[in-house]
Nanobody
Framework: QVQLTESGGGLVQTGASLSLSCAASGLSFSRYNVAWFRQAPGKGREFVAGVTWYGSNTYLDDSVKGRFSLSKDNAKSTANLQMNNLRPDDTAVYFC?????????????????WGQGTQVTVSS
């Protein structure tokens, strides 16, 4: 049974940092691309960042470039999203997702496996 578990969310002030972690089990993690999506209240789920299965190629949405970074540790079956200089519009539930697609997808439908999400709230 595949399981993705996010952790590290919380309530912070503008300009603060948070590090989200996604722990995977039940799959050969080294063979999966991992992405982070977020869903703000009343909005759809949007792609934030992704890393390829071998961990060397990453992609960040323009809205988070220069502030967020991500990494993948295949030995530990974890993927981390480092979020710096947080803003109120980063407030959302953050989800990690995994896929074996040959390319790094940016749509929900590209990812068959999802975590339950972790809340990030940034106050002004």
């Amino acid at each position: 049974q595949v399981q993705l578990t996010e952790s590290g969310g919380g309530l912070v002030q503008t300009g603060a940092s948070l590090s989200l972690s996604c722990a995977a089990s039940g799959l050969s993690f080294s063979r999966y691309n991992v992405a982070w999506f977020r869903q703000a209240p009343g909005k759809g789920r949007e792609f934030v960042a992704g890393v390829t299965w071998y961990g060397s190629n990453t992609y960040l949405d323009d809205s988070v470039k220069g502030r967020f970074s991500l990494s993948k540790d295949n030995a530990k079956s974890t993927a981390n999203l480092q979020m710096n200089n947080l803003r109120p519009d980063d407030t959302a539930v953050y989800f990690c997702a995994a896929s074996q697609m040959s390319v790094l997808g940016q749509l929900e439908k590209h990812y068959p496996y999802w975590g339950q999400g972790t809340q990030v709230t940034v106050s002004s």
